[in-house]
């Protein structure tokens, strides 16, 4: 079952950041948030992932709240190609659990131009 | 990043024939794969977990007589729907598990499954 509640949908304007939040407040100590994102009928992107710590890779930034019951997922400049939905996992990776993915609804983004 | 291919892209098929997807990592060894099925406007469903050289592990409520999975070797996981009826119509996506410090997963670009 997914571990996460984000909201179903979010505008946002080219060229702004958008912002995405993902509630995982029953999140364990040893797993970790990822975001993912799919194009339409396309398979899921990765996009970043953290534990604790907040992170930048060319695509986002991810900032943990320090209780880690929460993220967001920043994307700094929005472009029309952003445009998914953009899934929030939070995953095992010991054991029988690994590498295993449970998606939620996700968010869909719109990026207007 | 590492490439994952899925064939065929898409598929149309009488109902009760079987149909099989291929799902290859192209450039990594994969020991561990999965498979997902996603139908219209929802989420990704986690269906089973591929390793090679061992039988599958599948969720609940997934059929493992239905959706036989094969992992043959460190590139290849096969999906084969079995006796394929109008309800297996979805889309279809695998993904490989990079082994390594931050386990990354690669998804293929899906198939689509179309059952008459």
């Known amino acids: 079952d997914a571990k996460t509640t984000q909201p179903p949908s979010m505008d946002c304007a080219e060229g702004r950041a958008a912002n995405l939040p993902c509630n995982h407040s029953t999140i364990s100590g040893n797993e970790y948030v990822y975001w993912y994102r799919q194009i339409h009928s396309q398979g899921p992107q990765y996009i970043i992932h953290?534990?604790?710590n907040n992170e930048t890779n060319e695509m986002a930034s991810l900032i943990i709240t320090e209780d880690r019951k929460s993220s967001t997922l920043i994307l700094p400049h929005a472009t029309l190609r952003d445009t998914a939905v953009y899934y929030c996992i939070v995953r095992g990776d010991r054991g029988s659990t690994l590498g295993r993915l449970y998606f939620g609804r996700g968010t869909q983004l719109t990026v207007w131009p | 990043g590492a490439v994952v291919s899925q064939h065929p892209s898409r598929v149309i098929c009488k109902s009760g024939t079987s149909v099989k997807i291929e799902c290859r990592s192209l450039d990594f060894q994969a020991t561990t794969m999965f498979w997902y099925r996603q139908f219209p406007k929802k989420s990704l469903m986690l269906m089973a977990t591929s390793n090679e050289g061992s039988k599958a592990t599948y969720e609940q409520g997934v059929e493992k007589d239905k959706f036989l999975i094969n992992h043959a070797s460190l590139t290849l996981s096969t999906l084969t729907v079995t006796s394929a009826h109008p309800e297996d119509s979805s889309f279809y996506i695998c993904s490989a598990l990079l082994a390594g410090s931050y386990n990354e997963q690669f998804f293929g670009p899906g198939t689509r499954l179309t059952v008459l």
């Open positions: 953290g534990l604790k």
